[in-house]
């Protein structure tokens, strides 16, 4: 049970990692943080697993890029901004809608269909984050919220039951677009910060399936 609990929470802690990073753009003290011995040492427990290494080393590299730059943390928002709230021509808009939507437009089904997740489990996201339900960064922090409802069971059959959900969730609401999203990063993000980050959200996830079918 301890080691139950312990691997949900590091998989929680990579999702909402995933969240923030993907939902504002960093600040200075975000951008020390990630160029932290802290950060050095978590990135080097992910690289501990052998499918990690690669995308752990492009993500570190685009970190060491960044510390290169003149203005490095104005640099870096105006990537976030030119790619996640510019146009679907210029950018990588963060939502399932315009990839996998019928209209093209935002708010699309999968918005709609991630609001009935939400309120399946009373877990709207923050006010202070307008943003439509099918945001990559809502999609990540529901899934860590998710990850800890497992943790909260004392039964191994309800515990069992949330990690099932949680497959469902994966499958259905982020791996169904994230290789679309992923494709179009690494068409747009010229400087790599972004684009490195969705690899290492891809492999990830991809390994957690295979944790949550047993494999």
Not at 131 to 146: C, I, K, Q, S, T
Not at 172 to 185: C, E, H, N, T
Request: aromatic share 14%; net charge negative.
């Amino acid at each position: 049970m301890p080691e139950f609990i312990a691997i949900n929470e590091q998989r929680a802690e990579f999702y909402w990692w995933m969240s923030s990073l993907f939902a504002n753009e960093l600040t200075q003290d975000n951008l020390n943080d990630y160029h932290s011995d802290k950060m050095q040492n978590y990135l080097d427990m992910l690289a501990m697993t052998e499918e990690f290494i690669a995308p752990i080393n492009a993500f570190s590299h685009a970190l060491k890029k960044q510390q290169t730059r003149v203005d490095a943390q104005l640099e870096l928002a105006a990537d976030f901004c030119g790619l996640f709230l510019s146009t679907p021509k210029s950018g990588a808009l963060p939502y399932a809608s315009m990839y996998i939507g019928v209209s093209g437009l935002l708010n699309d089904k999968p918005a709609q269909e991630m609001g009935q997740w939400l309120n399946k489990y009373a877990m709207l996201p923050r006010k202070e984050f307008n943003e439509p339900f099918d945001h990559l960064a809502v999609l990540l922090d529901f899934m860590g919220n998710l990850i800890i409802l497992a943790n909260k069971e004392t039964e191994e059959e309800k515990q069992e039951a949330f990690m099932q959900e949680q497959l469902v969730f994966l499958e259905k609401m982020l791996i169904s677009w994230l290789p679309l999203f992923q494709k179009r990063l690494n068409e747009v993000d010229s400087y790599g910060f972004y684009r490195a980050a969705g690899l290492l959200l891809s492999q990830f996830i991809a390994l957690d399936c295979l944790f949550l079918k047993g494999q």
